[in-house]
């Protein structure tokens, strides 16, 4: 009986992750797991709650500092009519990655705090019931996610739009340059409309210039500035659909 692709999936990461992060030998191998499952399973519990309390409360903590910090590193343009900036929405991803992080070396202090031994046995018997290097492996996993959060929030701070006069002034996602343009470099103006990924992608074409997309950036006209764009253009907005 074959076995389903989504299974052979999560077994063929399983064995990628017990080769990253082997079980030492002969962990715990003195001990009965029965022993220390009846007596870490409130713990495991409280584990899992404490996480839940704390990932939110750090997320909202790290929101409004994530909004702080991007208020205070945005260029300020005075010939701007508009400034597009990312949306409030946006910093719940980076501070959520970050907030993650945080609740998990909250809850790794609290036990190291609240077990005996600084909780070593209980790291322990969840390595040998995860059957690999469990800690070992969720600390990689935070350095990944703080990283990553990190990564974000610093490029989608610095990403902005100026609609001015006579020009716009881009600063997309991942550059380090702002980019001007007057606006009789602007190509076409486009909405798409992606049938598979459900959904609809604003779309400004330069002359001798990438393509600037919502598919990769994190900022969104809304209709007012759109109409000033296309007015100060000289280009009608197109519509398209992507299958």
């Not at 074959?2 to 999560?10: I, L, Q, S, W």
């Not at 492996?137 to 990283?147: E, R």
Request: proline letters at 5%; hydrophobic letters at 50%; aromatic letters at 14%.
């Amino acid at each position: 009986m074959r076995v389903h692709a989504p299974v052979e999936t999560n077994l063929a990461v399983l064995r990628l992750l017990t080769k990253l992060f082997p079980l030492p030998a002969g962990l715990l191998a003195n001990k009965s797991l029965e022993e220390l499952r009846a007596k870490y399973r409130r713990w495991e519990w409280a584990n899992c709650i404490e996480f839940i309390v704390f990932a939110p409360v750090f997320t909202a903590a790290l929101h409004a500092v994530l909004l702080r910090y991007a208020d205070q590193i945005v260029s300020v343009d005075p010939a701007s009519i508009y400034t597009l900036r990312p949306g409030p929405m946006f910093w719940y991803v980076p501070a959520a990655f970050l907030g993650c992080v945080l609740a998990g070396v909250a809850v790794h202090l609290l036990n190291r705090m609240m077990l005996p031994g600084g909780a070593r046995e209980f790291r322990e018997y969840g390595n040998v019931k995860a059957g690999l290097r469990a800690t070992r492996m969720f600390a990689c996993f935070g350095i990944v996610f703080l990283g990553f959060g990190l990564f974000l929030s610093y490029f989608a701070a610095a990403t902005v739009v100026h609609l001015r006069p006579n020009d716009l002034v881009v600063h997309r996602l991942w550059s380090f340059e702002d980019e001007r343009y007057p606006y009789s470099k602007v190509q076409s103006i486009r909405e798409v409309h992606d049938e598979q990924r459900d959904t609809n992608d604003f779309e400004i074409a330069f002359d001798q210039a990438e393509l600037w997309t919502t598919r990769v950036e994190v900022i969104f006209f809304d209709e007012t500035q759109k109409a000033f764009l296309s007015e100060h253009t000289g280009k009608s907005i197109q519509y398209f659909i992507s299958r």
